[in-house]
């Protein structure tokens, strides 16, 4: 496979923000492509990438679990594809405390961002190996840097993804297979609405367009990268945070996602 060259990839989470563009930057470059996603928005996704010219199939599969990533490799068997780029993007996040959040809440953002996630880089990553050749994009994020005060659970999973993608990277460095985890700050989706986070100080702050920060991790991916940190002010940030405690850091972040904190 030629560096660029690219014929097949399935991206999940695409039915909006980062994944839909991540989808949309794999189709442009001429691959075929699956997208997914647990709600039926995935086939209005379908419908806006047609343009674009390659063969789209959309899937509706409950990622958070075994049975919903099992659905989604199996549909992929059936087609007779082999995809060569595989893109984990879907993820979930939730503000508030804690203490506060309900658990059923709480264990969604986990087997979601982290169970879902590594099981369907698992099933399809071991086919890239055995072919000795393919490209893996895992979208973390500069929360994983971070103690998330008021987004702790939402962080916590990211800090394992994170760490998660460059040991996996490691581990098959050999095998003809890279892996790049592309870690954006505040980016324009209907996260910070989904996670009730817009009376909060990030949820009202202007953010990132989901465009750039796609093809940023797209061209990454292309290089072969282990991470992109999309965005001048989050590299920095992700810099100065090697430099601060933890107890700084989970302060810094409580400013910003403290309930509230949008009107001061």
């Known amino acids: 496979m030629a560096d660029r060259d690219i014929s097949c990839a399935v991206i999940t989470g695409a039915s909006s923000g980062i994944g839909f563009e991540l989808a949309k930057c794999c189709a442009e470059a001429g691959a075929d492509i699956v997208i997914a996603s647990d709600t039926a928005e ?8 047609k343009s674009t010219g390659v063969n789209i199939e959309a899937v509706q599969a409950d990622l958070a679990t075994l049975e919903g990533v099992d659905e989604l490799y199996a549909r992929v068997q059936q087609s007779g594809r082999q995809p060569d780029v595989v893109i984990a993007n879907a993820g ?7 203490l506060e959040q309900d658990f059923a809440e709480v ?5 979601t961002n982290i169970t879902g996630t590594i099981y369907f880089l698992q099933k399809f990553g071991r086919d890239l190996v055995e072919r000795h050749q393919g490209r893996i994009l895992i979208t973390g994020s500069i929360a994983g840097v971070m103690p998330g005060t008021f987004q702790a659970v939402y962080n916590g999973s990211k800090a394992f993804i994170d760490s998660f993608a460059y040991a996996l990277g490691h581990e098959i460095k050999d095998s003809g297979v890279t892996v790049t985890v592309l870690m954006p700050g505040p980016t324009d989706t209907d996260f910070f609405e989904t996670a009730d986070l817009m009376d909060t100080k990030i949820g009202a702050e202007k953010k990132a367009d989901p465009a750039k920060v796609a093809r940023a991790g797209f061209e990454a991916m292309l290089r072969g990268d282990e991470h992109e940190v999309a965005g001048f002010g ?4 992700v810099m100065m945070s090697r430099f601060m405690s933890d107890s700084r850091l989970a302060e810094m972040h409580k400013k910003s996602a403290e309930p509230g904190s949008a009107a001061h």
Do not use: H, P, S, T
């Open 42 to 49: 995935i086939f209005e996704a379908a419908d806006r990438l």
């Open 234 to 237: 989050n590299k920095m940030q």
């Open 92 to 98: 979930r996040g939730l503000g508030r405390g804690f």
């Open 107 to 111: 264990q969604r953002v986990v087997e």
